[in-house]
Nanobody, 123 residues
């Protein structure tokens, strides 16, 4: 069982930056692929990025490539999402998730989910 708690969301102007954190409970954090998803109002939840258990393999949605960076610190049971050059269309609730498979972008491939943190980007 893994419990995930996100933090770091907030209100930022377009062009600004935020760093989200997701802290996991449980001793097996380092064995999980971690993903970030987001859900904008009125839209389905979508994949943002993922990082393998080792941190070597990452994957990004085209919409965030070059602006967002995912990283993890297994000694702290934490995964991070650095978001730069934020745009109003990045406004969403951001969720972290844990799964067993590397590089997956479907929600069904992730077994554990956090409660989400709101990111709002003003124009």
């Amino acid at each position: 069982q893994v419990q995930l708690v996100e933090s770091g969301g907030g209100l930022v102007q377009a062009g600004g930056s935020l760093r989200l954190s997701c802290v996991a409970s449980g001793r097996t954090f380092s064995s999980y692929t971690m993903g970030w998803f987001r859900q904008a109002p009125g839209k389905e939840r979508e994949f943002v990025t993922s990082i393998s258990w080792s941190g070597v393999t990452t994957r990004y949605a085209d919409s965030v490539k070059g602006r967002f960076t995912v990283s993890r610190d297994n000694t702290k049971n934490t995964v991070y999402l650095q978001m730069n050059i934020l745009k109003p269309e990045d406004t969403a609730v951001y969720y972290c998730a844990a799964g067993s498979l590397i590089g997956r972008i479907q929600e069904r491939d992730y077994n554990y989910w956090g409660q989400g943190t709101q990111v709002t980007v003003s124009s």
